[in-house]
C-alpha cells in the first residue's frame, strides 16, 4: 500500500481530537433540544391553539401534503397509537434524543463504535436533508447539510486513519512526576 503523502492539518493530533470534541457537543446540544421537544410534544398537547399551529408546521417541513407514502405511514402510525400524531412524534423525538445522546458521549470520549454510530447515523438523514433544501430552500438547512455532511466526511477520515495506522489512537496516560 502506498502511504499518503500528505495528511490534512485537520486529522492531526491536537486539531482532530478538538474537532471529534466540537462534534461531539454539537450532537449532544441538538439531542437536549430534541428533549425539550420530546417532552413538550407529550406533556404540552392541552394547549390546542398551540398544538394544532405545531401540527400545521410539522406537517409542511415534512413534505405532508407532496408524498403520499409518508401521509399513510403516519396515518397507520396514528392509528396504532391512538393517542395521534402528536404524541407519536414525541415518543419519535425522545428515541431519537437517545440516538445522539448515545452518539455525542460516545464521540466525546472518544469510542470507535460511537464514531460508526454517528456516522450512519448522520449519513441516514442526508437525503431527506437535501428532499427538503430542494422544495424549501433556504439558509439554514444549506448550513445543516453542510454541517452534516462535514462530520460524515471527518468522521470517515479519522476512522481510516486509524484503521491504516493502528498506533495513532492510543488512550492518553497519566505521566507521574517523581
Known amino acids: 500500500m502506498s502511504k499518503p ?3 490534512p492539518a485537520i486529522l492531526q493530533e491536537p486539531r482532530r481530537h ?3 470534541k466540537l462534534i461531539a457537543l454539537f450532537k449532544i446540544g441538538k439531542g437536549v433540544l430534541l428533549l425539550l421537544l420530546g417532552v413538550s410534544l407529550l406533556f404540552l398537547n392541552a ?6 399551529a405545531l401540527s400545521n408546521w410539522t406537517a409542511d417541513e415534512i413534505l405532508l401534503e407532496h408524498s403520499k407514502a409518508v ?3 403516519l396515518n397507520k402510525l396514528q392509528a396504532v397509537l391512538a393517542g395521534g400524531t402528536l404524541r ?4 419519535l423525538a425522545l428515541f431519537y434524543t437517545a440516538v445522539l445522546l448515545t452518539e455525542g ?19 441516514a438523514l442526508i437525503p431527506l436533508e437535501v428532499r427538503h433544501i430542494w422544495h424549501h430552500p433556504g439558509l439554514v438547512g444549506a448550513l445543516i447539510l ?3 455532511c462535514f462530520i460524515v466526511w471527518f ?11 493502528p498506533h495513532a489512537r492510543q488512550p492518553r496516560q497519566l505521566v507521574e512526576t517523581r
Open 5 to 7: 503523502t500528505h495528511e
Open 105 to 123: 458521549i460516545g464521540v466525546y470520549m472518544e469510542q470507535r463504535w460511537a464514531e460508526l454510530l454517528m456516522i450512519f447515523a448522520t449519513a
Open 88 to 91: 407519536a412524534t414525541g415518543f
Open 146 to 148: 453542510l454541517v452534516n
Open 18 to 20: 478538538r474537532y471529534l
Open 71 to 73: 401521509n399513510y405511514l
Open 155 to 165: 468522521l470517515y477520515c479519522v476512522l481510516r486513519r486509524d484503521k491504516a495506522n
Open 47 to 52: 394547549r390546542s391553539r398551540w398544538m394544532d
